[in-house]
């Protein structure tokens, strides 16, 4: 199993991406004390093909984003939005 760990010092998260035996998945976890809106893409340049799920996290709560729908496959870029912070954008 590949794990990758993405933090980004302006967005108070952390997101893990997973790959194994062909299976993708992700987490998402709001390290802030404060409740956090994320706006969640995976989406594929190559094949145009897309994934969009947008989440609301309580403070320090984590979610599985493959079970509120979040489909995610190799070479996908995705890309986490939760103004006012920066884009975070991660390439696969």
Do not use: C, W
Not at 27 to 56: C, K, M, W, Y
Not at 68 to 89: N, W
Request: glycine share 8%.
């Amino acid at each position: 199993m590949v794990t990758e760990v993405r933090e980004d010092t302006e967005v108070p998260i952390d997101l893990r991406i997973r790959s194994h035996d062909g299976q993708s998945g992700a987490a998402v976890f709001n390290r802030s004390g404060e409740p956090l809106h994320l706006a969640i893409t995976a989406g594929n340049p190559a094949t145009g093909q897309s994934s969009h799920v947008d989440v609301t996290l309580d403070a320090h709560e984590s979610k599985e984003l493959t079970d509120v729908g979040l489909a995610i496959a190799p070479g996908d870029q995705i890309r986490v939005q939760s103004p006012p912070y920066k884009d975070l954008i991660l390439n696969r």
